[in-house]
Every structure is written in C-alpha cells, then in structure tokens.
C-alpha cells in the first residue's frame, strides 16, 4: 500500500473557492463546494499530497502535515484507486 500521493489541483480551484457562500465546505481539491460530506483525507508535504497517518506522523513529516479536509465525491472519483485507499468515508470514524 502506498503512504502518500501527489494530488493534481484543478485549474479553477481558486476561482471555485471564490464561489463559495456562507458556511460551505470546499473540496480540497478543487474548491467546489461539498453538499454531502462523505470523504475527507490527510493532506501532507504542504498540502500537496494525500497521506496515511503513519506518513503523515513520522517527525520527519510533521512539519508539512495539513490536516484533515473533506474530498468531494467528484474529486474521489478522479482519484486513481491506489489513493483511493488513502481516503476515508466519514462513518468509518
């Protein structure tokens, strides 16, 4: 199993962000905002990566870890089955 995977921002991330009214959630990914909040993941190395928690908590780690942020369902979709792996649903908490 993988650890930790370079995700690839959209291109209209910012302006999506921009769109964003009141108390929405972004996707991490792309800016848009979650209506169901079904995913989320670790983000680490500054945010441009999805990681496991044991990457993510290495010392050598901690210092680019970002926490954890929602991943919209069209995001996940994207996501090569491998980092699929990497993301949790928000019932198996």
């Given at each position: 199993?993988?650890?930790?995977?370079?995700?690839?921002?959209s291109?209209?991330?910012?302006?999506?962000?921009?769109?964003?009214q009141?108390?929405?959630?972004?996707?991490?990914?792309?800016?848009?905002?979650?209506?169901?909040?079904?995913?989320?993941?670790r983000?680490?190395?500054?945010?441009?990566?999805?990681?496991?928690?044991?990457?993510?908590?290495?010392?050598?780690?901690?210092?680019?870890?970002?926490?954890?942020?929602?991943?919209?369902?069209?995001?996940?979709?994207?996501?090569?089955?491998?980092?699929?792996?990497?993301?949790?649903?928000?019932?198996?908490?």
């Amino acid at each position: 199993m993988i650890e930790s995977a370079i995700v690839k921002f959209s291109s209209k991330r910012r302006s999506n962000l921009l769109k964003l009214q009141g108390d929405d959630t972004p996707c991490f990914i792309c800016g848009k905002a979650v209506r169901t909040q079904r995913y989320w993941a670790r983000f680490s190395d500054g945010g441009l990566a999805i990681a496991s928690d044991e990457y993510a908590d290495r010392p050598e780690n901690i210092g680019g870890d970002m926490g954890c942020y929602p991943v919209g369902p069209e995001c996940y979709r994207r996501l090569p089955d491998e980092v699929k792996m990497l993301v949790k649903r928000f019932e198996d908490d």
